[in-house]
C-alpha cells in the first residue's frame, strides 16, 4: 500500500473520529438543555398555605402531620400542593428528629405530575429565653414520577424571639434563611452549581390558644436556573393545631 493511500486513510478516519465526537458534545448539550425546570420554583407574587397536626403519642413522641398549598402568578394558579406525614423523636429537650415521608403533586407540569419524597428532619433548639436561636436540617430523598431520584441537605439557621409585650401569649418574631444543596447529579436543570436555592423567611407567630397557633410570613424564594437566579416574593399563612394527651385519671368514668 502507497504511502499517500495511507494518508488518505488517516485522514478520513481522523474526519471520522472528529464528526463522532461533535456528535456527542451535540446530543450532550441537547440533553442539558431537555432538562426540565425544577417544579418548586414560585413564580412572580406568591401565596403558600399551610397547616400542621401534632399529636402526642408518648412523653418523647408525638405524630407530625401536614398539608401545604401553593400558589403563584398573583396567588392565582395552584401549582403545587403536598402532604407528608412523620413520627418526632424528642432525643434530648434540645434534639427532635422526625424521619417522614412526603407525596407533592405539580397541577399542570408539563415535565412532573407528581413526586414521592423520604425525609429525615433534626431540629436543635434552645428554650428558656426570650432569644432562642435554632438550626434545621432536612435530608430529603426525591423521587419524580420521570427523572432519576436524588438526594438534596437543607440548612435552615434562625432565631425565634418573643416579643415583650405584657399579654399573656406574646408574639415571636421568626427569622431564617435556608440553604439548599444538591450533591451529585441533579435531575432538574439549574446553574451549575450543588448550591441551588435560597429561602429567607421574616415571620410573626401568635398563639391564639394552648393548642392553637397562627404565623404569618414574608419569604424570599430563589432558585438557581441555568440562565441564573430567580428571585420572587411569597406571603405565607401557617395554622399550627396541637393535640395534648389527656393526664392519667382526668378521662370520663
Not at 67 to 89: C, I, K, P, T, W
Not at 91 to 99: A, D, M, Q
Not at 157 to 165: C, S
Not at 179 to 192: E, I, M, Q, R, S
Request: net charge positive; proline share 8%; glycine share 8%.
Amino acid at each position: 500500500m502507497s504511502k499517500k493511500l495511507r494518508r488518505t486513510q488517516y485522514r478520513r478516519k481522523g474526519l471520522l473520529l472528529a464528526l463522532l465526537f461533535c456528535c456527542v458534545l451535540v446530543v450532550s448539550a441537547h440533553a442539558q438543555q431537555q432538562l426540565p425546570e425544577d417544579p418548586e420554583d414560585d413564580k412572580q407574587l406568591g401565596l403558600w398555605l399551610d397547616q400542621g397536626l401534632s399529636t402526642g403519642l408518648s412523653a418523647n413522641k408525638s405524630l407530625e402531620v401536614e398539608a401545604h398549598e401553593r400558589f403563584d402568578e398573583g396567588a392565582s394558579n395552584l401549582y403545587e400542593y403536598f402532604l407528608q406525614g412523620g413520627v418526632a423523636f424528642r432525643l434530648r429537650p434540645w434534639l427532635s428528629v422526625i424521619p417522614g415521608y412526603r407525596y407533592q403533586r405539580f397541577p399542570g407540569n408539563p415535565n412532573t405530575e407528581y413526586e414521592n419524597r423520604l425525609l429525615l428532619d433534626s431540629i436543635p433548639s434552645t428554650s428558656g429565653s426570650s432569644l432562642r436561636p435554632n438550626f434545621r436540617l432536612l435530608v430529603e430523598g426525591r423521587f419524580p414520577d420521570n427523572r432519576p431520584g436524588s438526594a438534596r441537605f437543607r440548612f435552615r439557621p434562625g432565631i425565634d424571639y418573643t416579643l415583650p409585650i405584657p399579654v399573656r401569649r406574646p408574639p415571636v418574631l421568626v427569622v431564617n434563611n435556608e440553604f439548599f444543596l444538591v450533591p451529585g447529579d441533579n435531575p432538574f436543570a439549574n446553574g451549575g452549581s450543588a448550591y441551588t436555592q435560597n429561602r429567607f423567611q421574616v415571620g410573626d407567630r401568635q398563639a391564639i390558644t394552648d393548642s392553637v397557633s397562627v404565623r404569618i410570613y414574608y419569604l424570599l424564594q430563589s432558585v438557581s436556573l441555568p440562565d441564573g437566579w430567580d428571585t420572587n416574593e411569597i406571603v405565607g399563612i401557617s395554622v399550627s393545631f396541637k393535640v395534648r394527651n389527656k393526664k392519667p385519671g382526668s378521662g370520663s368514668r
